[in-house]
């Protein structure tokens, strides 16, 4: 069982910049950051690959959000820039197992990961 702990989420104001960190308490696979608005479902925000950096990111934050992850840490990053109000949302780290046979391999979908997050909040004032 790998617990998944967020943390950097905060008050911003727009046009502002928030870095997320999610350390895992042991190694993960392919690792994902989705959110949840109040009175909205969860959605994908971006996910990375266990291994060569590879990553996808949604429409509404290509160009300004950033994910990266250092495995000797087991820690995965969200740098959120030029944030906008419509970014305020709890954000969750999520996580799958180590998976050989898919170690360059994307994850879209929440139903796809096995771990998650307790969420951080990140609201964005106009």
């Known amino acids: 069982q790998v617990q998944l702990v967020e943390s950097g989420g905060g008050l911003v104001q727009a046009g502002g910049s928030l870095r997320l960190s999610c350390v895992a308490s042991?190694?993960?696979?392919?690792m994902g950051w989705f959110r949840q608005a109040p009175g909205k479902e969860r959605e994908f925000v971006t996910a990375i690959s266990w291994i060569g950096g590879r990553t996808y990111y949604a429409d509404s934050v290509k160009g300004r959000f950033t994910i990266s992850r250092d495995n000797a840490k087991n820690t995965v990053y969200l740098q959120m820039n030029s944030l906008k109000p419509e970014d305020t949302a709890v954000y969750y780290c999520a996580a799958r197992t180590r998976d050989i046979r898919t170690v360059t391999a994307l994850y879209l979908t929440d139903s796809e990961y096995h771990y998650w997050g307790q969420g951080t909040q990140v609201t964005v004032s106009s």
């Open positions: 042991d190694s993960s696979g392919a």
